[in-house]
């Protein structure tokens, strides 16, 4: 018999064995391992829950929300993020992630929430069909855009490029309400709420927020989050078609500079990135190259971005060698009819991937 039940702190050890044994991927398998604090990744939201699934006194499965206000086609929403969906692979088909499921709705409903969401990599089948058969619809496409750092970038006005301080937050709020203010899912900051945001978000903080200046006015922004201290990834293995091309990129490797991929059994390390906001996209462009003249020291492999492939960002991204991964975004409604998602933008916060 299966229960379901709130995480305790009590727990994380068990969490942390139960996620490495759950592999993600289908054409690159990473192993992940989110030691010392299962619960980090969870850091970064306000109000969120954890469940296990227990049989025989033993944690054989985990999934999570994360319940907020947001806006939806102009009008006010409480949604809730699911993530965190892994089973013990010797206990799948089982019904268990449907039953964590319809404890999350439950949980959901009590909050009085209208929308549950979540996105699912395009090629995670399992996934697509458990959450289809428990009535979510596929609303749109999305990307993850996966910069290479590689070669070693010129910038031409590093002098106008620093660390966010704090009282730099209003005009770091502005420029990301101004951009993204007619995106769905985004709810504008207030001065309180954006230091609340980057306090809550584990290893992260001002600093790892870069502006770019200019005339005494903030013009971009950008924060990289290394997310390696959340959870470790690890190469287990490649399908056919990436071993084909990242032998070949190892071959071009020996003649000239090229992304370094890492082998089986090594980490791959990544910084995610976060409060991506500008006026004119030189002046991002300039804090993305000093991003990734960092992550090239700090020898990071990739540095990811989620976006709606039609916002404009993704023009500024594509000057970089990249890899993309898509993601179908999923909603499900409780209450009344689904918004119509395909209008607007949409915009997706880092800690939601
Ligand atoms: C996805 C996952 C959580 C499903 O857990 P589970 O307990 O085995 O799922 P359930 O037994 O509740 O399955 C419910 C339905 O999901 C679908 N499903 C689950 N596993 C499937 C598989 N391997 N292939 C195809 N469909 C599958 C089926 O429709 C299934 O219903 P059925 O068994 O009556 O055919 C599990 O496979 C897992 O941990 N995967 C690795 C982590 C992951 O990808 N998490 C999700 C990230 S979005």
């Known amino acids: 018999m299966i229960k379901i039940r709130e995480a305790t702190e009590g727990d994380n050890d068990a969490l942390v064995e139960l996620q490495k044994k759950c592999p993600q991927g289908t054409s690159l398998i990473l192993g992940i391992d989110s030691s010392p604090d299962y619960f980090a990744r969870s850091g970064p939201f306000k109000d969120w829950h954890v469940f296990v699934a227990i049989e025989n006194d033993i944690i054989v499965g985990s999934a999570a929300c994360a319940i907020r206000d947001t806006y939806i086609e102009s009008r006010e929403f409480k949604t809730a993020y699911e993530y965190g969906f892994i089973v013990d692979p010797h206990h799948r088909r089982k019904g268990i992630a449907v039953k964590l499921q319809e404890h999350i709705e439950h949980i959901a409903l009590d909050n009085n929430t209208d929308l549950l969401h979540l996105d ?11 959450f289809s058969r428990m009535g979510f ?4 496409d999305c990307t993850t855009f996966s910069l290479m750092p590689y070669k070693k970038q010129k910038i031409t006005r590093e002098t106008n490029i620093r660390s966010m301080e704090k009282s730099d937050v209003d005009k770091v709020t502005s420029l990301i309400n101004e951009m993204y203010h007619d995106y769905n899912f985004f709810t504008p900051f207030q001065t309180r709420d954006f230091i609340e945001y980057v306090e809550r978000m584990p290893y992260f903080d001002f ?5 770019f200046e200019d005339n005494g006015g903030v013009n971009a922004c950008l924060g990289y989050w290394d997310y390696n201290k959340v959870r470790k990834y690890i190469v ?3 399908n056919w078609r990436l071993k084909a091309q990242t032998f070949l990129i190892r071959l071009i490797g020996l003649f000239t500079k090229m992304p370094k991929i890492p082998k089986p059994n090594n ?3 990544s910084y995610n ?5 500008y006026k004119n996209s030189e002046n991002i462009t300039e804090l993305i190259k000093h991003i990734v003249n960092m992550a090239i020291e700090n020898e990071i492999n990739f540095l990811h971005i989620p976006l709606d492939p039609e916002s404009q ?4 991204l594509s000057q970089f060698m990249h890899t993309k991964i898509k993601l179908h975004f999923f909603i499900k409604s409780l209450k009344q009819e689904p918004p119509n998602l395909r ?11």
């Not at 699912?120 to 458990?130: H, R």
């Not at 209008?343 to 991937?353: A, G, M, P, T």
């Open 137 to 140: 619809k596929k609303v749109k």
């Open 273 to 277: 990135l976060t409060t991506l906001a």
């Open 313 to 316: 960002i993704a023009a500024v």
């Open 343 to 353: 209008e607007k933008k949409l915009y997706i916060d880092i800690s939601e991937i």
């Open 267 to 269: 980490p791959l390390l």
């Open 120 to 130: 699912i990599a395009e090629d995670n089948l399992p996934s697509i069909n458990l």
């Open 207 to 211: 600093h790892n927020i870069l502006v």
């Open 236 to 238: 287990q293995r490649f």
